[in-house]
C-alpha cells in the first residue's frame, strides 16, 4: 500500500516563511512528477507547485517568485518552501504524487491527508 504523509504546516505570521514536506512510502517502483495543491474553506482545490521526475517545475502564478518545491528522489520526498507568505495563502496543503506501485502496469495518482497552514496579519 502506498501512502503520502505530509509534514510542517501551522500557524506564521505575513511575511513569514514555512517549509512542508511529504513523504511517499510503501511498495513503490517508480515515483513520477510530485506536487502541492491547496485548498481554501469554500474554494476549489488548486496547483501550487508541481516537480517532474526529472525536476521540471511548475508554479501556481499565486506562488511564484515566493515559494520554491524540490524533490529528493532517494528518500521519496518532496518539499515546498514557503517564503513571504500572506494570509491568501492559508489553506489546507496537500501533497500529490504519480507512483507507480509494484506489480502493477500503470502510474496512480495518491494523495496525502493535508497539512493546515494558516497566515495571521
Known amino acids: 500500500q502506498v501512502q503520502l504523509v505530509e509534514s510542517g504546516g501551522d500557524l506564521v505570521q505575513a511575511a513569514g516563511s514555512l517549509r512542508l514536506s511529504c513523504a511517499a512510502s510503501?511498495?513503490?517502483?517508480?515515483?513520477?512528477?510530485m506536487g502541492w495543491y491547496r485548498q481554501a474553506p469554500g474554494e476549489q482545490r488548486e496547483l501550487v507547485a508541481h516537480?517532474?521526475?526529472?525536476?521540471?517545475?511548475t508554479y501556481g502564478d499565486s506562488v511564484m517568485g515566493r515559494f520554491t518545491i524540490s524533490r529528493d528522489n532517494a528518500k521519496k520526498t518532496v518539499a515546498l518552501q514557503m517564503n513571504s507568505l500572506k494570509p491568501e495563502d492559508t489553506a489546507v496543503y496537500y501533497c500529490?504524487?504519480?507512483?507507480?506501485?509494484?506489480?502493477?502496469?500503470?502510474?496512480?495518482?495518491?494523495w496525502g491527508l493535508g497539512t493546515q497552514v494558516t497566515v495571521s496579519s
Open positions: 500529490n504524487a504519480e507512483i507507480l506501485p509494484l506489480r502493477v502496469a500503470s502510474y496512480r495518482t495518491y
Open positions: 516537480i517532474s521526475a526529472d525536476d521540471i517545475v
Open positions: 510503501g511498495s513503490i517502483f517508480r515515483i513520477g512528477t
